[in-house]
């Protein structure tokens, strides 16, 4: 990932960028396991926010597709329609860990 690019897109300087972004793995992570418990729970609702919540931190991150996968379960889950919400929450930790393990090799 250019995280030059990403940073300078924000009007950032990369370190800062990403200092944000392991921010939002941290915070991401604690609306996964929300989400996750959710899921256990049937709470769509629950599901829902913390669905949103990563999708506006990864938009305006610029992580496009974290923030994508995410909306598609806050929309479905805005209608009580949990199917495909564990494996994209699933899919969003994994990349989550990638962004993680980017972060530390620089």
């Given at each position: 990932m250019d995280y030059k690019t990403l940073a300078r897109n924000l009007g950032l300087e990369e370190n800062e960028y990403l200092e944000m972004i392991t921010?939002?793995?941290e915070v991401s992570n604690s609306d996964l396991d929300r989400w996750e418990a959710g899921l256990q729970q049937s709470d769509a609702e629950k599901v829902r926010e913390s669905a949103h919540s990563i999708k506006g931190a990864a938009v305006n991150l610029g992580l496009q597709e974290i923030g994508?996968?995410?909306?598609?379960?806050e929309v479905n889950a805005r209608e009580k329609n949990l199917t495909g919400a564990p494996e994209a929450a699933?899919?969003?930790r994994k990349m989550l860990d990638q962004l993680a393990d980017e972060i530390k090799s620089k």
């Amino acid at each position: 990932m250019d995280y030059k690019t990403l940073a300078r897109n924000l009007g950032l300087e990369e370190n800062e960028y990403l200092e944000m972004i392991t921010l939002f793995v941290e915070v991401s992570n604690s609306d996964l396991d929300r989400w996750e418990a959710g899921l256990q729970q049937s709470d769509a609702e629950k599901v829902r926010e913390s669905a949103h919540s990563i999708k506006g931190a990864a938009v305006n991150l610029g992580l496009q597709e974290i923030g994508d996968t995410a909306l598609k379960v806050e929309v479905n889950a805005r209608e009580k329609n949990l199917t495909g919400a564990p494996e994209a929450a699933s899919k969003i930790r994994k990349m989550l860990d990638q962004l993680a393990d980017e972060i530390k090799s620089k």
